[in-house]
Structure formats: C-alpha cells, structure tokens
C-alpha cells in the first residue's frame, strides 16, 4: 500500500517566489508528485478542513485567509 501525503502551500507561500522554489525542491527531492494544482476554496470548506482549530483566537484570520487567495495543493508520494 502507498502512502500519500496532501501538502497544503499557503497563498502566501505562492507569491514569495524564493521560498516557493525551496518548498518546490524538497518535495521533489523527497517524493514523487501525483498531482498538484492552485486551488481556490470557499469558505465553507475552509471552515470544515480548520474545524480542529475553531474557537482559537486565530480561527476566523486563518479561515478568511486560505479563502481569499488561491494556494497551491500538492498530491505525493515517498520517493
């Protein structure tokens, strides 16, 4: 059985070209990409993937956050 990681790039993380590239070289150095792609979510599923962290008092920044600006998801698999 393979496993698969999900790697959640914040949008953020997508405008800053040199850490962008970093990010870039470590996956592909440590796994063989399935998939990858920008995603733009709603803020109802930004709600339900950050349900653990509701209640915390940075719950409604990082929700508002991650639905405002596209980020990147990358499907993987060890190498």
Not at 25 to 38: H, M, P, W, Y
């Amino acid at each position: 059985m393979t496993e698969i990681t999900l790697a959640v790039i914040k949008p953020h993380v997508l405008r800053n070209t040199y850490a962008l590239q970093q990010i870039k070289s470590l996956i592909e150095q440590n796994f063989r990409v399935l998939d990858q792609k920008e995603v733009h979510i709603t803020k109802d599923l930004s709600d339900r993937f950050y349900a653990e962290h509701q209640g915390k008092f940075f719950y409604h920044r990082l929700t508002s956050f991650m639905n405002r600006f596209p980020f990147g998801r990358v499907a993987a698999s060890m190498t």
